[in-house]
């Protein structure tokens, strides 16, 4: 249930809290350029898995995800049809995969987030539109963030992009406020609710993640492993994200080399 955040509290924070939550998006952004470098046909998940906490524990950092509700892994890796909260394992990747990366990194307190989705080796077209939207869903939601943009009307411009090209944003999980914690508040959906009234305030960080499916919006939670999250009908998914700041002259990224 969204509460109605119009007109309270600021949720901004002091500098000294931006530094902080920008120092542990970059760590995040190093492990995404060293796994997308990695990521390729016979890949292993796990292998991955320890290249990312070597990273982040190189840079003081701690995986954020890591024993989160009980998470097993560093990183969340997910496969085709998974499209978040999958588990790192010891199956390679294959030609034509798709597959999404999740990372969080806390460091001092603070922590950042940011997740990416790329083909393993040569992929379809059709998969390869599904990426590109995907990117380009969260390139126009970053781009129209700025003080006073209600966050419905950010969601509006994600779902409206996404369905006009024929593709399903996920209703079931949203991005959110980060800083202190992992998540916090306000949510911050992909798609039009007129109960989200929240107003973007300046010096606020937020992470926006599109996560776009085909056929649905519908997913599940795996029965057996109690976290991946799969597309009901078993087609493939894509999810972007990155750590913004709010400022005046729109959001900048944080989560980026």
């Not at 991955?48 to 890796?77: Q, V």
């Not at 990372?103 to 390869?128: C, L, R, T």
Request: glycine share 8%; with cysteine.
């Amino acid at each position: 249930m969204f509460k109605n955040f119009f007109n309270v509290k600021s949720f901004s924070k002091t500098p000294k809290e931006i530094a902080k939550v920008k120092e542990a998006s970059r760590i995040v952004a190093l492990v995404h350029e060293e796994l997308k470098k990695e990521i390729k046909p016979g890949s292993i998940p796990l292998e991955l898995d320890a290249i990312a906490k070597k990273i982040i524990e190189e840079n003081g950092g701690k995986p954020a995800f890591l024993d989160y509700d009980g998470f097993p892994n560093s990183i969340c890796l997910s496969i085709n049809e998974t499209l978040v909260h999958g588990i790192p394992n010891n199956n390679p990747l294959h030609e034509g995969d798709i597959v999404s990366i999740d990372v969080g990194v806390e460091k001092d307190g603070y922590y950042g987030d940011a997740a990416f989705s790329m083909g393993v080796g040569k992929i379809s077209e059709k998969n390869q539109k599904l990426l590109d939207i995907t990117k380009e869903a969260l390139a126009i939601a970053i781009a129209f963030a700025k003080p006073g943009v209600k966050l419905s009307e950010l969601g509006k411009e994600v779902q409206e992009y996404v369905e006009a090209n024929e593709l399903h944003v996920v209703k079931d999980f949203v991005g959110h406020g980060i800083g202190k914690e992992l998540h916090e508040e306000p949510n911050v959906p992909n798609f039009f609710d007129k109960r989200n009234n929240f107003v973007l305030q300046e010096n606020m960080t937020i992470c926006i993640e599109p996560m776009v499916m085909f056929e649905t919006d519908q997913v599940f939670i795996d029965p057996l492993d109690k976290w991946s999250v799969r597309n009901s009908k078993g087609k493939n998914t894509s999810h972007e994200e990155h750590t913004v700041l709010i400022t005046k002259e729109g959001a900048k990224i944080l989560s980026k080399v």
